[in-house]
Structure formats: structure tokens, C-alpha cells
């Protein structure tokens, strides 16, 4: 049995004025041809521990052949441009091409994924997979739980498996879960299953969706139920990362069944029983000046993480806020407390790497992207360390992944450290601040710019965690942020709702 398999990963951010191309996958995760099937990524460091892991495990116990194509993943960002979509499209052409006929199609997706002339990239792409290998090949594909899954992807695939943790630590798991469903229907084993769709038109907070606790964690135990009564043969919960304004958008169910029936009620089921639950999701903001008081106040048992989740390149924001550090320097913070910080701002970031360690340096820091989140601030500091620019993810998403902040430095001010860097990357693991000479632990407060990966590592590290209510593309406030393409009515704008299959 010859199995294609590839995979293209890349969260978008329909407000976000960062742009994305296909240098941002070249600076984390790029695999063409044979590369997918190596022991070890080019340059010898380890394969991580993500789909591809878990498409060649089953691949391997089951005896089944696999045909490489190309995987790649991307940190976060606002929406790709038209010109390296269609390149990337052209090239994966290539690919599938050079590896017709087969028996099947595995591909692992984000599922959030936005072109500037185009709402439903991931769509576009299933759909020129379904047009290269005809109407008779099976094809399943692997989602994150935050896609926003649609109609056109539903129709050109025959199985959808989305990870079941957010944290993000189910990367293989989910892989392999999606090759094994694959390989049964391509031998017969099982018949290809219906798919079914459902949506509640609520976004909510992602700092919420966490899957060990509260509403998440719920609604997984009832689709579990659903899977062991026969209702379903696979269910998988979307929460959606809210930070999309496109015209599908909205809480989604996805039911594979052996009864189209049956799937349709416990699709529908799930997305009531999900729309019952739209108020656990609201999480508790704080302000920074609140996030002092507690640093200053409460009984040091580890660092307090702040998050400001409204700047994480992890949800397509550019990384580049200032809004923290200004507001830290006008409280004084600088005299009291440790305070690790990261800035992406390309130009700081150079002129503290030609300073040098030890230099003083005088620069203008941030909104160097979000130019119209706010204005750059002037700073004075001292260079205390340049960095090498690279990291290994040590697990929760992406674990094994090698990131690549470009030229970096941590300058000081006073006794806040703040980590410049030229490109954005995921913030949430401690390895990046360790890899410039820092650690968390021994902090005061500690910046991460997550909504709730950021979880997986330092909730390792500590349990006093404050969510920040600060400006920017992914913040937690969705009022504060202005939605026009959205289908209506959507909670939170609006509190009514039917449950209707798409």
C-alpha cells in the first residue's frame, strides 16, 4: 500500500499586520522528498515530536509504505501573501505528481490557516489535493483543535482527527490516530465514514480552552460518550482561536459516523451542549499594575508569568508590543523586581548585537509592525548578552523543534531584562529565555507572549499565573476588537442561538 503523506502548519491572524511568506517556514520546519522519511532533520538535530512522528509510527507497525511530499510549519502570523501560496502550491504539485498513483492521502493541517484573498486557505489547499488524486483515493487529514474548519474542507476529505489537549502536547498522538483511520479505509477494513458538521456561532477566549480543566475538558467527556455509545465513530471539538474575522467562523463539531443520522443528532448535540457552556469561558484579565501589586505582595513559590496574550506570535500577533515594558518603567519596576520581557523589533535587535556585551545603547523599541497599536519607546540600556538566535523546544507544541529568533540580544534596564529579537517565534518554553543566559525560575516576573501553551512548560515551574488585559491582535478582550465578516448573530456580540448543521 503506497500512502502520500505531507503537511502544512500555519495559524493565522486576520487582524494581525504581520504578513507571511514561505520564509517564515524555512526559519522553523521545512521537509521535502526523502527529508520526511530521515531519522534526523537536516543538520542531524532530531525529528520533533509532531504529526509527521505519528503518521510514520503507524506506518511502521502497520507495514504500510509512505510516499514524502513536503511538511512544513511556520510560527504564527496575519495572512500569507498570494505570491508564496501559489509557489507553495506549485511546489507541492510538483511533489504529488512525482508520486502518483497511490492509495491514500494523509496531511496534517492547522486548520486556521488565512491567504490576504482568501479566508479558507486550508480549503484551497484540501481541494487541490481532492483535484490531484481524483474522487476515488481517500484522503483524512489531521487539524488543531483551534481550526476553523469549514465546508469545503469537509466535502474533499473522507476522516478529520483534531488534537484533543490545549495545551498542545498531542501532536504524534493525533497523527497517528489520523494514519491508522487511513490505512483501514484504504485496505477495506472499514468503510469510509459520513462527516458531519456542526457550528455554534460563539468565540471565546482561548486562555480558556484549556482541555484539563473547566468547559473543555467537559465537552470532551461527553463526546467520548458519544464515540463509546456508537453515535460516532470520531469526534473532534474545534474552540477556534477567536482571532479570525472570516465568513465560516464559529465553535465546531465534527462527527465521523457510521449512520449519518446518528453523527448529525450527536453533532448537533455537541454543539448545543458547547453553546450552553459560551459563559465558562471567560477568563479573568488583570492589569499590569494589579500584576505588580501581586509580584510585590504575595509569597514568592516561583516566578509570577504574566501573559500578555493580546501580542503572542503564537496567535499571529507580531510580537513587537511595548505596551508591558511602558507600563513597567512608569511604575518603577525597574528598581524592584526581576523581570524577564521579549520584544521583537528588528532594528533594536541589530543595534544591540553591534553594540556589543557590555555596551550602553540608546534605542527606540517596538510597535516596529503594529504601528497602529502604538509608538516606539525610547530606552537606554545596558547589552548584557547576545544570543545565538536559535532554541530547542524542550515539549508541550512543537517540542523538538529547533526556533529562530534571528539577531538577539537581552539588554537591561535596571533589573528588567528584555530579550530583543529580529523574527517572531513561540514564546511559551522557558528554553528561549535559557537559551540567552536567563532563567525563569529565579525571576521576579516573567513575560510570556501566549495565551495558554505557554502552560504545558511553566506551569512546571510555577502555579501564579496573571493573564494581562493589554491592546493587540489576540487579545483576550474580543470586544475590544472590531468583527465584520463574521456570520451573525455571534457570541459575544449577540446571546441567541439554534443549533443548525452546516
Given at each position: 500500500?503506497?500512502?502520500?503523506?505531507?503537511?502544512?502548519?500555519?495559524?493565522?491572524?486576520?487582524?494581525?499586520?504581520?504578513?507571511?511568506?514561505?520564509?517564515?517556514?524555512?526559519?522553523?520546519?521545512?521537509?521535502?522528498g526523502e527529508e520526511l522519511l530521515a531519522e534526523t532533520l537536516p543538520g542531524g538535530a532530531p525529528m520533533p515530536h509532531n504529526e509527521l512522528a505519528g503518521f510514520r509510527q503507524a506506518a511502521q507497525e502497520q507495514?504500510?509504505?509512505?510516499?514524502?511530499?513536503?511538511?512544513?510549519?511556520?510560527?504564527?502570523?496575519?495572512?500569507?501573501?498570494?505570491?508564496?501560496?501559489?509557489?507553495?502550491?506549485?511546489?507541492?504539485?510538483?511533489?504529488?505528481?512525482?508520486?502518483?498513483?497511490?492509495?491514500?492521502?494523509?496531511?496534517?493541517?492547522?486548520?486556521?490557516?488565512?491567504?490576504?484573498?482568501?479566508?479558507?486557505?486550508?480549503?484551497?489547499?484540501?481541494?487541490?489535493?481532492?483535484?490531484?488524486?481524483?474522487?476515488?483515493?481517500?484522503?483524512?487529514?489531521?487539524?488543531?483543535?483551534?481550526?476553523?474548519?469549514?465546508?469545503?474542507?469537509?466535502?474533499?476529505?473522507?476522516?478529520?482527527?483534531?488534537?484533543r489537549t490545549f495545551p498542545h502536547i498531542d501532536h504524534a498522538e493525533t497523527g497517528y490516530r489520523a494514519a491508522s483511520l487511513l490505512f483501514a479505509i484504504a485496505r477495506g477494513e472499514v468503510a469510509r465514514p459520513?462527516?458531519?458538521?456542526?457550528?455554534?456561532?460563539?468565540?471565546?477566549?482561548?486562555?480558556?480552552?484549556?482541555?484539563?480543566?473547566?468547559?473543555?475538558?467537559?465537552?470532551?467527556?461527553?463526546?467520548?460518550?458519544?464515540?463509546?455509545?456508537?453515535?460516532?465513530?470520531?469526534?473532534?471539538?474545534?474552540?477556534?482561536?477567536?482571532?479570525?474575522?472570516?465568513?465560516?467562523?464559529?465553535?465546531?463539531?465534527?462527527?465521523?459516523?457510521?449512520?449519518?443520522?446518528?453523527?448529525?443528532?450527536?453533532?448537533?448535540?455537541?454543539?448545543?451542549?458547547?453553546?450552553?457552556?459560551?459563559?465558562?469561558?471567560?477568563?479573568?484579565?488583570?492589569?499590569?499594575?494589579?500584576?505588580?501589586?501581586?509580584?510585590?505582595?504575595?509569597?514568592?513559590?516561583?516566578?509570577?508569568?504574566?501573559?500578555?496574550?493580546?501580542?503572542?506570535?503564537?496567535?499571529?500577533?507580531?510580537?513587537?508590543?511595548?505596551?508591558?515594558?511602558?507600563?513597567?518603567?512608569?511604575?518603577?519596576?525597574?528598581?524592584?523586581?526581576?523581570?524577564?520581557?521579549?520584544?521583537?523589533?528588528?532594528?533594536?535587535?541589530?543595534?544591540?548585537?553591534?553594540?556589543?556585551?557590555?555596551?550602553?545603547?540608546?534605542?527606540?523599541?517596538?510597535?516596529?509592525?503594529?504601528?497602529?497599536?502604538?509608538?516606539?519607546?525610547?530606552?537606554?540600556?545596558?547589552?548584557?548578552?547576545?544570543?545565538?538566535?536559535?532554541?530547542?523546544?524542550?515539549?508541550?507544541?512543537?517540542?523538538?523543534?529547533?526556533?529562530?529568533?534571528?539577531?538577539?540580544?537581552?539588554?537591561?534596564?535596571?533589573?528588567?531584562?528584555?530579550?530583543?529579537?529580529?523574527?517572531?517565534?513561540?514564546?511559551?518554553?522557558?528554553?528561549?529565555?535559557?537559551?540567552?543566559?536567563?532563567?525563569?525560575?529565579?525571576?521576579?516576573?516573567?513575560?510570556?507572549?501566549?495565551?495558554?501553551?505557554?502552560?504545558?512548560?511553566?506551569?512546571?515551574?510555577?502555579?501564579?499565573?496573571?493573564?494581562?488585559?493589554?491592546?493587540?491582535?489576540?487579545?483576550?478582550?474580543?470586544?475590544?476588537?472590531?468583527?465584520?465578516?463574521?456570520?451573525?448573530?455571534?457570541?459575544?456580540?449577540?446571546?441567541?442561538?439554534?443549533?443548525?448543521?452546516?
Amino acid at each position: 500500500m503506497n500512502i502520500m503523506v505531507g503537511g502544512i502548519l500555519q495559524e493565522s491572524n486576520t487582524f494581525s499586520e504581520a504578513t507571511s511568506g514561505l520564509e517564515d517556514f524555512r526559519r522553523l520546519l521545512f521537509l521535502e522528498g526523502e527529508e520526511l522519511l530521515a531519522e534526523t532533520l537536516p543538520g542531524g538535530a532530531p525529528m520533533p515530536h509532531n504529526e509527521l512522528a505519528g503518521f510514520r509510527q503507524a506506518a511502521q507497525e502497520q507495514g504500510v509504505r509512505l510516499a514524502p511530499t513536503l511538511f512544513m510549519q511556520a510560527a504564527s502570523s496575519g495572512r500569507m501573501r498570494r505570491e508564496p501560496l501559489d509557489e507553495l502550491k506549485r511546489l507541492l504539485l510538483e511533489r504529488l505528481a512525482q508520486m502518483l498513483p497511490c492509495d491514500g492521502l494523509l496531511f496534517a493541517f492547522h486548520g486556521a490557516w488565512v491567504a490576504e484573498d482568501n479566508d479558507d486557505a486550508t480549503g484551497e489547499f484540501v481541494a487541490m489535493l481532492r483535484a490531484a488524486v481524483g474522487p476515488d483515493v481517500p484522503i483524512v487529514i489531521s487539524l488543531d483543535s483551534h481550526a476553523n474548519v469549514t465546508r469545503q474542507m469537509v466535502a474533499n476529505i473522507d476522516g478529520l482527527i483534531g488534537y484533543r489537549t490545549f495545551p498542545h502536547i498531542d501532536h504524534a498522538e493525533t497523527g497517528y490516530r489520523a494514519a491508522s483511520l487511513l490505512f483501514a479505509i484504504a485496505r477495506g477494513e472499514v468503510a469510509r465514514p459520513v462527516i458531519r458538521l456542526a457550528k455554534a456561532p460563539m468565540i471565546v477566549p482561548a486562555e480558556n480552552h484549556t482541555t484539563d480543566r473547566g468547559p473543555m475538558l467537559a465537552l470532551l467527556r461527553e463526546a467520548a460518550e458519544g464515540e463509546r455509545a456508537g453515535d460516532s465513530l470520531a469526534t473532534s471539538l474545534f474552540a477556534v482561536q477567536p482571532w479570525l474575522d472570516v465568513a465560516e467562523m464559529g465553535f465546531g463539531v465534527v462527527v465521523l459516523g457510521a449512520d449519518a443520522a446518528r453523527a448529525e443528532a450527536e453533532a448537533q448535540r455537541l454543539a448545543a451542549l458547547a453553546w450552553s457552556k459560551r459563559e465558562q469561558f471567560a477568563v479573568r484579565l488583570y492589569s499590569v499594575e494589579e500584576a505588580v501589586r501581586l509580584a510585590l505582595t504575595e509569597p514568592k513559590n516561583g516566578p509570577l508569568v504574566i501573559s500578555d496574550s493580546a501580542d503572542s506570535p503564537g496567535a499571529g500577533s507580531p510580537g513587537d508590543s511595548n505596551f508591558v515594558l511602558r507600563r513597567l518603567l512608569a511604575l518603577g519596576a525597574e528598581r524592584e523586581l526581576a523581570c524577564l520581557l521579549s520584544m521583537v523589533d528588528a532594528t533594536a535587535a541589530r543595534l544591540a548585537v553591534e553594540a556589543g556585551e557590555g555596551g550602553v545603547v540608546k534605542l527606540e523599541v517596538g510597535h516596529s509592525i503594529s504601528r497602529s497599536m502604538g509608538e516606539p519607546l525610547a530606552i537606554e540600556a545596558r547589552v548584557v548578552r547576545v544570543g545565538g538566535g536559535t532554541f530547542r523546544f524542550g515539549g508541550g507544541m512543537a517540542a523538538g523543534v529547533v526556533a529562530n529568533m534571528g539577531r538577539c540580544a537581552v539588554v537591561a534596564i535596571g533589573s528588567i531584562s528584555l530579550l530583543l529579537m529580529e523574527y517572531p517565534v513561540f514564546t511559551g518554553d522557558p528554553a528561549m529565555y535559557r537559551s540567552v543566559g536567563l532563567e525563569p525560575a529565579d525571576a521576579d516576573v516573567v513575560l510570556v507572549k501566549s495565551a495558554s501553551q505557554f502552560r504545558a512548560e511553566y506551569e512546571k515551574l510555577t502555579s501564579r499565573i496573571c493573564i494581562l488585559d493589554t491592546p493587540g491582535a489576540s487579545t483576550a478582550n474580543l470586544a475590544g476588537l472590531t468583527f465584520l465578516r463574521v456570520p451573525r448573530p455571534m457570541y459575544p456580540f449577540e446571546d441567541h442561538f439554534l443549533p443548525e448543521g452546516r
